[in-house]
């Protein structure tokens, strides 16, 4: 929840419904400004830096359903480096943008598995590695829209699978390494699961739609295996393996250049001397 524009009593003091109770720092325009305690009319609480009645810079933000976010603020959004606890004990730390996970992070999740690497926009997205807890079994390689998406490898007690992945599933060719000593090269298909009921099944395809949300469903396309064909053994030679996990470029372009020309204004308050009043600039307001 952001801050809305505020009234009050001038100096320090408490602030009444509906804006919520507030002790705190205000600027010449009464608006909450410096370090400053806010009990939210939903039940939320924050205790942390605020420019201009938005929350800016440090902050701890407690939700009523029992979350939390400790970190760094910007324009009353979670912005730069933080901690994220959801009620179920899941955690995130890591880069924020505008309220959103992006950027490096690591995400901790209930069942014991774990995230490692890149976010775009809330979900996983770059160079990354998710950490299977319950079979000791780890995926490092490329991530689109939160799947598996491009080249990979899964590393298993003993051996590893190199190849490419499309939706979380291996797909194409691949080979397996027995522990540098040996390969299979082969390749994957996928495959309708005989197994599967189709009856009212949606998503059955490996055809993703180009917009999403969080809360659709992120995980292996319904009802599709994948089944390996081994084509020939041979001894390890790593120049045999298939294309190595790259980066993903970001489409940010838009998003940056309004970061650029809000970085400018910021020093032109500065220089001009505009900003003496506001007593805090904060490093995520550059």
Known sequence: MSDVEEV??????????????????????????????????NGDIYEGNYRRG???GKGL??????????????????????TFV?????????????????????????????YEGNWFRNFRHGLGTYSYNDVNVTFYGTWKNGRMEGPGVLKYPGYRYHGKFEQNLPKGPGCFTFENVWMQHG??????????????????????????????????????VPIWRARSVAAFKSELLPPSPV?????????????????LEQQYTIAT??????GYVDENDL
């Open 8 to 41: 009050g009593e001038g100096g320090e003091g408490a602030e009444i419904y509906p804006y919520g109770e507030y002790e705190g720092g205000r600027d010449e325009n009464l608006d909450r400004h410096g370090w400053g305690s806010a009990l939210l009319p």
């Open 54 to 56: 938005l929350r800016m």
């Open 61 to 82: 933000y407690c939700f009523r359903n029992g979350a939390r976010y400790d970190g760094d603020w910007r324009k009353g959004k979670k912005h730069g480096i933080g």
């Open 86 to 114: 959801y009620p179920d004990g899941t955690t995130y730390t890591g880069q924020w943008r505008k309220d959103l996970k992006h950027g490096h992070g690591t995400y901790h999740y209930a069942n014991g598995d774990t």
């Open 187 to 224: 390749f994957y298909l996928n495959i309708r699961d005989p197994a599967f009921d189709y009856v009212g099944a949606e998503d059955l395809t490996l055809d993703d739609t180009e917009e999403t949300t969080e809360s659709e469903y992120r995980g292996n396309p319904r009802g599709i």
């Open 247 to 263: 980066p993903l470029p970001y489409k940010d372009s838009e998003d940056s250049l309004i970061s650029i020309m809000e970085y």
């Open 273 to 278: 001397g505009e900003n003496e009043t506001d």
